[in-house]
Nanobody
């Protein structure tokens, strides 16, 4: 059974930092690309970042480029998202997602239908 469990969210002031984690189980972790998405109230779920199975290739949404860093540890079967220089507009539920195909090259990484399993989410709130 595939499981994705996020953690690390919380309340942080603007300019602050958080590190999100996603612990994965039930599949061959290093064979699949992984992503982080976020969804704010009243808005569609949007792709934040994507990382290939080996960690060699990475994409970011323009809105987070230069502030967020995605990484993965294929020994611990965990992916991470480091959020720096947080802004109030980063407030959202953050979700970890597993790519549907082991051959994903990330061309459509920001499309939700590219993923077959999702975590339950971890809330990030940026407020003074």
């Amino acid at each position: 059974e595939v499981q994705l469990v996020e953690s690390g969210g919380g309340l942080v002031q603007p300019g602050g930092s958080l590190r999100l984690s996603c612990a994965a189980s039930g599949f061959t972790f290093n064979s699949y690309a992984m992503s982080w998405f976020r969804q704010a109230p009243g808005k569609e779920r949007e792709g934040v970042s994507w990382i290939s199975g080996t960690g060699s290739f990475i994409f970011y949404a323009d809105s987070v480029k230069g502030r967020f860093t995605i990484s993965r540890d294929n020994v611990k079967n965990t992916q991470y998202l480091l959020l720096n220089s947080l802004k109030t507009e980063d407030t959202a539920m953050y979700y970890c997602a597993k790519a549907r195909s082991p051959n994903s090259y990330g061309v459509r990484w920001h499309q939700v239908d590219e993923y077959d399993f999702w975590g339950q989410g971890t809330q990030v709130t940026v407020s003074s």
